[in-house]
């Protein structure tokens, strides 16, 4: 016998509640951002993602040319003392 509590019906008008409830929320969001939007600019604006600028400036120095000798000498050392130098640097 299934639960009241978990009856496929029961659940399905629950799930579809929620998705109501959802959608008002994303109405009443949208709209109050659009209100927003107009007092502060005058009209709506589409939003733009900023470049990503900062990761390209940060991971930059990984592939300069000066790395790869150094990267071959760190590859090709023994293990113990790879973990060894590992260690002593982080």
Do not use: C
């Not at 799930?15 to 709506?44: N, W």
């Not at 589409?46 to 600028?53: D, I, L, R």
């Not at 000498?73 to 982080?90: C, M, S």
Request: charged share 25%; no cysteine; aromatic share 14%.
């Amino acid at each position: 016998m299934v639960s009241p509590k978990y009856d496929p019906a029961v659940v399905q008008q629950k799930l579809a509640d929620l998705a109501r409830r959802d959608a008002e929320f994303a109405r009443l969001a949208e709209a109050r951002e659009q209100q927003r939007q107009l007092s502060t600019y005058g009209s709506v604006r589409e939003y733009q993602f900023p470049p990503n600028t900062t990761q390209v400036h940060v991971t930059n120095w990984v592939h300069g040319g000066w790395l790869r000798p150094v990267r071959f000498i760190y590859r090709n050392i023994p293990r113990p003392l790879r973990k060894y130098l590992k260690r002593f640097w982080t």
